[in-house]
């Protein structure tokens, strides 16, 4: 009886690792983003991140299984200023040049809430910012549109979509950017929104 239980947990745990998709998020269009935002006594400074890609593991009946990373180019980060863009990108802010990635992990998910094709949850994982990597758990919700990425692509590709939205928050100097300096200008709690799409095309 314990090895058929074995055998029969084994069986269910393949089954659930292979109803799970990929979902690709390197959009082609363009319109996936980040925004970031740092308000600081005398000064508010707001930007986005455009250079998304990296894939994820979901399955919208085993969402406990999640994995993968979404990846962001350092470089894609963009503020109005032109100057206070080349000191962001410059070696005493986020250093591009040596940190050309900023990674998210996924590693657990928990708090899960279903409602339909949308899952409201905390999922835990890795940031990689600036050479370092912290633990940290964020809200995230997400909505599995299937056969929909016809109509995202124009009838180029069938398949589903899976868009995540999250808002977070990060400390700079949890990461070594400049810690403790120049806080009236720039806030040393960086506020994040994310609303991203990822594809996951018929075999």
Do not use: C
């Not at 074995?6 to 745990?13: K, V």
């Amino acid at each position: 009886m314990k090895k058929l239980n074995i055998t029969l947990l084994s069986s269910l745990l393949a089954f659930s690792a292979l109803s799970a998709k990929e979902f690709d998020f390197e959009d082609p269009k363009g319109v996936n983003n980040i925004r970031f935002n740092l308000d600081a006594p005398l000064e508010a400074i707001a930007g986005t991140g455009s250079g998304i890609t990296g894939t994820i593991n979901f399955d919208i009946d085993h969402p406990e299984n999640i994995s993968g990373e979404i990846i962001l180019q350092t470089e894609s980060l963009n503020v109005p200023n032109p100057v206070m863009r080349d000191h962001l990108h410059g070696e005493n802010w986020l250093d591009a040049a040596q940190n050309p990635r900023i990674i998210f992990t996924a590693k657990s998910i928990g708090h899960i809430e279903r409602n339909e094709n949308t899952i409201e949850a905390h999922v835990t994982g890795t940031l990689l910012l600036k050479g370092t990597t912290q633990e940290i758990t964020i809200p995230v919700t997400f909505t599995y549109l299937p056969d929909r990425l016809g109509e995202r692509s124009n009838g180029q590709m069938e398949g589903d979509l899976l868009v995540v939205r999250s808002r977070f928050s990060v400390m700079r100097d949890d990461f070594g950017i400049m810690a403790g300096q120049a806080e009236d200008k720039v806030a040393n709690e960086i506020e994040i929104s994310m609303a991203i799409a990822g594809a996951a095309p018929d075999a």
